[in-house]
């Protein structure tokens, strides 16, 4: 392997080598679930990159999702708003972010494999602005970024799109932070990791299937290795280490079960990956009314919907498509390989 991956705690994908070419593995690696900090970013960035979850936030979001008192409903519908970044000449165009959402529900639904989580996901709109700084040091730039484009409340995603570092692919907050930072709320992805894009083994619109996954409360299937409470996700076996590529089998904990090298939690190949479990699926639906469907964004819905009629600078608002929940086969073959 020319490289040895490290993973990290937070839905942030990094390496600890020099940036590797386009085609070789950019997702994260392992000693994981402590409470130190990511290692650190492309030096451009000019900040730390964004912080793990912590060992006691961790067990603070599971005593709050066995406590909450209300109802987890069978389905969760998110709305969906995505801000594309470009710096003038290049950035993801329409059709492939329309995919990413096809992308999403099919992966959410159990359509590629694996359970039906109950989640989906409904575009309300897509933002393009042209911004070089924003585009290209998104981690950098976080704060104005986001404070600029975000659209609605808790229950809203804002999915911002932009071309991230050679050891970065995408990169999350969790659903217990928002009440502390409301405005950096949302989930940034690489471009190049739509479907069809240009990263070999990580273009098939999984890495946004992953991070948002973590936006909803999930943590890797790897978290804790083989001791408890693991990811806290009773239908997902113990897994020592993050999968690296694509193995036909590993079983790397003494505990029953084999590594759920399948997983969307997991850090293979996208071409490998194809399912959530039911466990999985239920801790999202209760992240969902704990932090995110409750009062706060019942309280929000108003300031959504009005948002919709509004522009900023820069930017131009695209009304979202009609559903489509077809796939191309296209998808589900890596462009660009030799």
């Known amino acids: ?98 995919e990413q959402v096809n992308v999403l529900n099919r992966a959410y639904s159990g359509g590629y494999g694996g359970a039906d989580t109950g989640v989906r996901f409904a575009l309300r709109g897509i933002t393009r602005t042209e911004n070089r700084d924003w585009f290209r040091n998104p981690l950098g730039m976080e704060d104005p970024m986001k404070t600029s484009l975000r659209r609605g409340g808790s229950e809203t995603l804002n999915l911002y799109v932009s071309q991230l570092s050679e050891l970065v692919l995408g990169y999350a907050t969790y659903p217990n932070w928002y009440a502390g930072n409301p405005s950096q709320d949302g989930v940034v992805i690489d471009w190049r990791t739509l479907p069809g894009g240009a990263l070999r083994n990580f273009n098939f619109g999984f890495t946004g299937v992953h991070e948002i996954g973590h936006w ?26 993050p999968t690296e590529g694509c193995p036909d089998r590993r079983d790397s904990c003494a505990a029953a079960g084999e590594d759920p090298i399948h997983n969307f939690m997991d850090y293979a190949h996208d071409r490998c990956m194809n399912q959530f479990t039911a466990g ?22 108003s300031s959504m919907v009005s948002g919709l009629l509004g522009t900023q600078a820069g930017q131009a608002p695209i009304a979202p498509p009609r559903p489509h929940m077809g796939m191309a086969a296209s998808l589900f073959l890596p462009r660009g390989r030799g």
Request: negative net charge; contains cysteine.
């Open 216 to 241: 909803l409360g999930l943590v890797h299937t790897f978290e804790n290795g083989c001791s408890e409470p693991g990811d806290s996700v009773d239908d997902t076996p113990f897994q020592a280490t």
């Open 1 to 98: 392997m020319a490289r040895r991956l490290l993973a990290v705690s937070l839905a942030c994908l990094f390496s600890l080598t020099a940036p590797p070419a386009e085609g070789a593995d950019h997702r994260h690696g392992h000693d994981h679930g402590h409470d130190h900090d990511c290692p650190s970013p492309e030096r451009a960035s000019g900040r730390a990159e964004p912080r793990p979850l912590t060992a006691t936030e961790f067990a603070q979001m599971n005593a709050a999702l066995r406590n909450h008192p209300g109802p987890v409903p069978p389905t969760v519908t998110v709305p969906l708003w995505v801000h594309v970044l470009t710096d003038g000449h290049t950035g993801a165009p329409d059709a492939a972010v329309r």
């Open 280 to 301: 999985q699926g239920l801790r999202m639906r209760q992240a969902w009314v704990t932090y995110r469907g409750g009062v706060a964004g019942i309280q929000t819905r």
